[in-house]
């Protein structure tokens, strides 16, 4: 029981960590440090992953043949990791590399996989997952985006959306239903498409929270060939299924405040009976955050220790997101609750700590619901992890077209 | 990374996994339950004495095994899965510990050779009635050698031979070695929560007590026992709440209601999937302080606390919850919930509960963001 790398782990963390000194230097004097969603942020994102796949480190588990290093999942965390200390991560390229291209890999043509497989390793060429409606979130085989079969083509009229990325994408990974007259899971096909088609409209949404960092996806009669089908005609839930598998280890840490900086704003408020840090109730609850953030740092270390042992890791990193979420909603809460009435402040200027607590309470509603609810994940814990029965499927046996569908 | 049990460790966690299969299902705890003259099972006593866990982390000059304490955390798993009727924590991860930390050598041999062979039960007397005893509160006094005062409740004290004794010598705190076989000392046993582990009074008329560690240390000794002490808990309550997941698993799995299994239901499912988090949150907090006490790390405080807040926190919720599942039969006395229910109860008031556990954490935090 220690936290020590192998041998083996420390002499390649400690070729990964010169690497990244010398390039990551090189790196920031050519781009400086740009600010997030701008043009220049994605040039330095991209000259970044070109760096990294021309050192082989750009899809480290990937054979060498694809323009991987043929290296081993703890390799690809251990990288991860000191990429992460070095500064220069950049998130365009996670879905494309870790699920879309994955699944073109699998399913497409020999030409396909030769003309995106590089590409997209290098970092010319970006791809996203067009998967989730507005009829289908949890339930994303209810989806109503059709296409068409008219000789050669295939026409597509539908909606996607929560498409991280869709507006700055090259290309996505499209399921779409081609029979509605089968049950809903049997009538389904995937499609890779070109993102800049005219027949393509990105919208942003306007979030709760007041961004606008996901997307709608809107294909108004838009035309693909045959030769762009990944998978059979009425495989696309198995090919999902692929898809959604390849979902990388969830490794890392969660972003946002955590007890650290609640810790640090309580010892400067005032509560009605000293600092705030002093207050009983606050301190318990300090104390359940630590316990919780220590305990998913551990958990990602089980994970971790697993792949060192060439094993696959079990589900305990089932875990990560649904307790992260709440308690990034609770913590934001009570550290605007903390303040009084100075709490209602956005103004970064003004609110403690550039109003991140403030930002995460607008915030944490997306994350409960994003890449599975709670309830969802709920449900997945309890019918992988624990072999519980799944629900009553009242939709299993009927056609599509005639499942109800309220709003 | 290597932050898990090693190969060798699962083996001897799976072996005492069938051990106490074989020597401690429910029937050996609802004997000790069912009959207020026993306070643990003597029987199973020995038997876990033969197998060499009572020594596993005494070193071999004392007759002990000389193993790691992982390898204890591992044993202790599984003893909390079998809500075994044994006073293994006071005697193990309490006085053993205590004596190899802090003793003497002259009380390393008198003690840790006893202990290995199965011939000392120890106990811890702190507590001198409702509420936390404090510096202020502390009555209990020991003069020329002898002790007197009255401590209650006594985790096992009816079963020990030896105590370790929280009292005042000459105005200051200190701890104290007592061998209750002695004169000076009288034993009552008392009704607890959970019957199958034995708690009584422990009154002091003039016994002999052997001073542990430093003079005026007491309050610090104590806390540092039960830093180590903390996390062999903590593995006792997760093998508990890993068990009564599993039985309301199996329960769910085979009861019927509205036409079909109960397991099938969302309100069912996300009650077990809660439980599943709670549970993996707290072995995660539990590895790290098995870290931590395995090599004595300055680390120790905090992760202790982290383990013992978050066991307490998982032992709790499924033992409430694992009764809930049954429904009627898991309210019944023949259905082994309230086992769990009450050991859970009992690992959360031993060694101090949640809220102080909590309050030591926070300090600790204190301490370290203002350094």
Same mark, same amino acid.
């Given at each position: 029981?220690?936290?020590?790398?192998?041998?083996?782990?420390?002499?390649?963390?400690?070729?990964a960590?010169?690497?990244?000194?010398?390039?990551?230097?090189?790196?920031?004097?050519?781009?400086?440090?740009?600010?997030?969603?701008?043009?220049?942020h994605?040039?330095?994102?991209?000259?970044?992953?070109?760096?990294?796949?021309?050192?082989?480190?750009?899809?480290?588990?990937?054979?060498?043949?694809?323009?991987?290093?043929?290296?081993?999942?703890?390799?690809?965390?251990?990288?991860?990791?000191?990429?992460?200390?070095?500064g220069?991560?950049?998130?365009?390229?996670?879905i494309?590399?870790?699920?879309?291209?994955?699944?073109?890999?699998?399913?497409?043509?020999?030409?396909?996989?030769?003309?995106?497989?590089?590409?997209?390793?290098?970092?010319?060429?970006?791809?996203?997952?067009?998967?989730?409606?507005?009829?289908?979130?949890s339930?994303?085989?209810?989806?109503?985006?059709?296409?068409?079969?008219?000789?050669?083509d295939?026409?597509?009229?539908?909606?996607?959306?929560?498409?991280?990325?869709?507006?700055?994408?090259?290309?996505?990974?499209?399921?779409?239903?081609?029979d509605?007259?089968?049950?809903?899971?049997?009538?389904?096909?995937?499609?890779?498409?070109?993102?800049?088609?005219?027949?393509?409209?990105?919208?942003?949404?306007?979030?709760m929270?007041?961004?606008?960092?996901?997307?709608?996806?809107?294909?108004?009669?838009?035309?693909?060939?045959?030769?762009?089908?990944?998978?059979?005609?009425?495989?696309?839930?198995?090919?999902?299924?692929?898809?959604?598998?390849?979902?990388?280890?969830?490794?890392?840490g969660?972003?946002?405040?955590?007890?650290?900086?609640?810790?640090?704003?309580?010892?400067?408020?005032?509560?009605?009976?000293?600092?705030?840090?002093?207050?009983?109730?606050?301190?318990?609850?300090?104390?359940?955050?630590?316990?919780?953030?220590?305990?998913?740092?551990f958990?990602?270390?089980?994970?971790?220790?697993?792949?060192s042992?060439?094993?696959?890791?079990?589900?305990?990193s089932s875990?990560?997101?649904?307790?992260?979420?709440?308690?990034?909603q609770?913590?934001?809460?009570?550290?605007?609750?903390?303040?009084?009435?100075?709490?209602?402040?956005?103004?970064?200027?003004?609110?403690?700590?550039?109003?991140?607590?403030?930002?995460?309470?607008?915030?944490?509603?997306?994350?409960?619901?994003?890449?599975?609810?709670?309830?969802?994940?709920?449900?997945?814990?309890?019918?992988?992890?624990?072999?519980?029965?799944?629900?009553?499927?009242?939709?299993?046996?009927?056609?599509?077209?005639?499942?109800?569908?309220?709003? | 990374?290597?932050?898990?049990?090693?190969?060798?460790?699962?083996?001897?966690?799976?072996?005492?996994?069938?051990?106490?299969?074989?020597?401690?299902?429910?029937?050996?705890? +609802?004997? !000790?339950?069912?009959? #207020?003259?026993? %306070?643990?099972?003597?029987? /199973?006593w020995?038997? &876990?004495?033969?197998? @060499?866990?009572?020594?596993?982390?005494?070193?071999?000059?004392?007759?002990?095994?000389?193993?790691?304490?992982?390898?204890?955390?591992?044993?202790?798993?599984?003893?909390? +899965?079998? !809500?075994?009727?044994? #006073?293994?924590? %006071?005697?193990?991860?309490? /006085?053993?510990?205590a &004596?190899m930390?802090? @003793?003497?050598?002259?009380q390393?041999?008198?003690?840790?050779?006893?202990i290995?062979?199965?011939?000392?039960?120890?106990?811890?007397?702190?507590?001198?009635?409702?509420?936390?005893?404090?510096?202020?509160?502390?009555?209990?006094?020991?003069?020329?050698?002898?002790?007197?005062? &009255?401590?209650i409740?006594?985790?096992?004290?009816?079963?020990?031979?030896?105590?370790?004794v929280?009292?005042?010598?000459?105005?200051?705190?200190?701890?104290?070695?007592?061998?209750?076989?002695?004169s000076g000392?009288?034993?009552?046993?008392?009704?607890?929560?959970?019957?199958?582990?034995?708690?009584?009074?422990?009154?002091?008329?003039?016994?002999?007590?052997?001073?542990?560690?430093e003079?005026?240390?007491?309050?610090?000794?104590?806390?540092?026992?039960?830093?180590?002490?903390?996390?062999?808990?903590?593995?006792?309550?997760?093998?508990?709440?890993?068990?009564?997941?599993?039985?309301?698993?199996?329960?769910?799995?085979?009861?019927?209601?509205f036409?079909?299994?109960?397991?099938?239901?969302?309100a069912?499912?996300?009650?077990?999937?809660?439980?599943?988090?709670?549970?993996?949150?707290?072995?995660?907090n539990?590895?790290?302080?098995?870290?931590?006490?395995?090599?004595?790390?300055?680390?120790?405080?905090?992760?202790?606390?982290?383990?013992?807040?978050?066991?307490?926190?998982?032992?709790?919720?499924?033992?409430?919850?694992?009764?809930?599942?049954?429904?009627?039969?898991?309210?019944?006395?023949?259905?082994?919930?309230?086992?769990?229910?009450?050991?859970?109860?009992?690992?959360?008031?031993?060694?101090?509960?949640?809220?102080?556990?909590?309050?030591?954490?926070?300090?600790?935090?204190?301490?370290?963001?203002?350094?």
């Amino acid at each position: 029981m220690d936290f020590n790398d192998s041998p083996e782990e420390a002499a390649y963390r400690e070729k990964a960590r010169a690497w990244l000194a010398e390039n990551a230097a090189a790196h920031r004097a050519e781009h400086g440090d740009p600010k997030p969603t701008t043009p220049e942020h994605m040039a330095a994102g991209k000259a970044w992953q070109a760096r990294k796949a021309a050192a082989g480190y750009a899809c480290i588990t990937w054979p060498a043949a694809i323009g991987g290093a043929g290296g081993t999942p703890i390799q690809s965390v251990i990288f991860g990791q000191e990429e992460a200390k070095a500064g220069v991560s950049y998130g365009y390229f996670t879905i494309g590399l870790g699920m879309c291209v994955p699944t073109v890999m699998a399913f497409a043509n020999d030409d396909t996989k030769k003309r995106f497989v590089s590409p997209a390793v290098k970092g010319e060429e970006i791809w996203c997952q067009l998967f989730s409606e507005p009829a289908g979130g949890s339930d994303v085989a209810a989806l109503r985006t059709r296409a068409v079969k008219d000789g050669d083509d295939w026409v597509i009229n539908g909606q996607k959306v929560w498409t991280t990325g869709a507006h700055y994408c090259d290309y996505g990974i499209l399921l779409v239903r081609t029979d509605p007259d089968v049950p809903k899971h049997k009538g389904l096909t995937m499609f890779w498409i070109d993102m800049r088609d005219a027949a393509v409209e990105c919208r942003p949404i306007h979030q709760m929270s007041g961004g606008r960092e996901f997307n709608e996806v809107y294909f108004t009669d838009l035309r693909v060939k045959d030769s762009q089908r990944l998978g059979e005609v009425g495989q696309g839930w198995q090919v999902a299924l692929v898809t959604l598998m390849n979902e990388r280890l969830a490794v890392g840490g969660s972003a946002g405040p955590d007890y650290r900086q609640v810790m640090e704003l309580a010892r400067g408020l005032s509560g009605a009976n000293g600092p705030a840090l002093k207050d009983q109730a606050f301190r318990e609850k300090l104390a359940d955050w630590y316990v919780n953030s220590q305990g998913l740092k551990f958990t990602r270390f089980r994970t971790m220790t697993a792949l060192s042992r060439g094993q696959t890791p079990g589900p305990e990193s089932s875990i990560g997101k649904i307790i992260s979420a709440n308690q990034l909603q609770d913590l934001a809460n009570t550290a605007v609750e903390a303040q009084g009435e100075y709490g209602i402040l956005t103004d970064p200027a003004l609110a403690p700590m550039e109003a991140a607590f403030q930002q995460s309470l607008m915030w944490a509603p997306g994350l409960r619901i994003a890449g599975g609810t709670d309830e969802i994940l709920k449900n997945i814990i309890a019918e992988r992890v624990l072999g519980l029965p799944g629900d009553v499927r009242v939709d299993k046996d009927v056609a599509f077209k005639d499942m109800p569908t309220g709003r | 990374m290597d932050f898990d049990y090693s190969d060798d460790q699962k083996f001897l966690k799976d072996e005492a996994r069938k051990f106490l299969a074989a020597r401690c299902p429910s029937t050996v705890v +609802r004997g !000790v339950l069912d009959d #207020p003259a026993r %306070s643990y099972d003597d029987g /199973l006593w020995a038997a &876990v004495a033969e197998q @060499g866990w009572l020594g596993a982390a005494i070193p071999e000059e004392y007759n002990g095994l000389g193993l790691g304490r992982v390898e204890l955390c591992a044993i202790a798993e599984e003893l909390g +899965r079998a !809500v075994a009727p044994i #006073p293994f924590a %006071s005697t193990v991860y309490i /006085l053993a510990e205590a &004596v190899m930390a802090h @003793g003497s050598d002259a009380q390393k041999a008198a003690v840790l050779p006893r202990i290995a062979a199965g011939e000392l039960i120890g106990c811890l007397a702190t507590s001198e009635g409702p509420g936390v005893v404090t510096p202020s509160s502390l009555q209990a006094r020991v003069e020329g050698g002898k002790l007197s005062g &009255v401590k209650i409740p006594v985790t096992d004290g009816d079963a020990a031979g030896m105590a370790l004794v929280l009292a005042n010598e000459g105005g200051r705190p200190g701890l104290f070695l007592v061998d209750l076989k002695a004169s000076g000392v009288k034993v009552e046993t008392l009704q607890s929560l959970d019957p199958t582990r034995g708690v009584a009074r422990l009154t002091f008329e003039g016994a002999s007590a052997d001073r542990l560690g430093e003079p005026g240390q007491g309050f610090e000794l104590v806390q540092a026992i039960l830093d180590r002490a903390a996390v062999l808990l903590a593995f006792e309550q997760l093998g508990g709440a890993d068990r009564c997941l599993e039985m309301a698993k199996e329960y769910a799995l085979g009861r019927y209601a509205f036409g079909r299994t109960i397991a099938g239901y969302q309100a069912i499912k996300h009650k077990l999937a809660d439980m599943y988090v709670k549970n993996e949150v707290a072995r995660s907090n539990a590895y790290y302080g098995a870290w931590a006490l395995n090599v004595d790390a300055p680390e120790l405080p905090t992760a202790a606390a982290a383990a013992r807040i978050a066991a307490s926190d998982a032992f709790w919720f499924a033992s409430k919850e694992s009764v809930q599942v049954h429904g009627g039969m898991g309210f019944t006395w023949d259905v082994d919930c309230h086992l769990y229910y009450r050991r859970s109860r009992q690992l959360s008031l031993v060694a101090g509960s949640p809220k102080l556990w909590k309050e030591r954490l926070v300090s600790e935090l204190e301490k370290k963001n203002a350094a």
